[in-house]
Nanobody
Framework: QVHLVESGGGLVQPGGSLRLSCATSGSIFSRRAVGWYRQAPGKQRELVAM???????RYPNSVKDRFTISRGNANNAIYLQMNSLKPEDTAVYFCTIPALNSWGQGTQVTVSS
């Protein structure tokens, strides 16, 4: 069973930045698509970033040009750089390996003044 651990969440003011990390043992991320999703209270979980096995990326319009997904050099970490954060970005953020249906426990991001 794949064990994914997210970290880096917290409280930040509007306009601020956070960098989320998703870590695992070994190089399980290698050659696999990995994504970040988020879920706000009372809302469905939604995709915020995906990086393909060939390192192509895609983002929904709501976060495009503000969020960046990337891989760590050793392929055992995935990052989500979030800039220009807005209150509507408040949610629990999860990383996932879709091919393995593996999810982390999530990390809370709160954007508030």
């Amino acid at each position: 069973q794949v064990h994914l651990v997210e970290s880096g969440g917290g409280l930040v003011q509007p306009g601020g930045s956070l960098r989320l990390s998703c870590a695992t043992s070994g190089s399980i991320f290698s050659r696999r698509a990995v994504g970040w999703y988020r879920q706000a209270p009372g809302k469905q979980r939604e995709l915020v970033a995906m990086i393909s096995s060939s390192n192509g990326t895609r983002y929904p319009n709501s976060v495009k040009d503000r969020f960046t997904i990337s891989r760590g050099n050793a392929n055992n970490a995935i990052y989500l750089q979030m800039n220009s954060l807005k209150p509507e970005d408040t949610a629990v953020y999860f990383c996932t390996i879709p091919a393995l249906n593996s999810w982390g426990q999530g990390t809370q991001v709160t954007v508030s003044s």
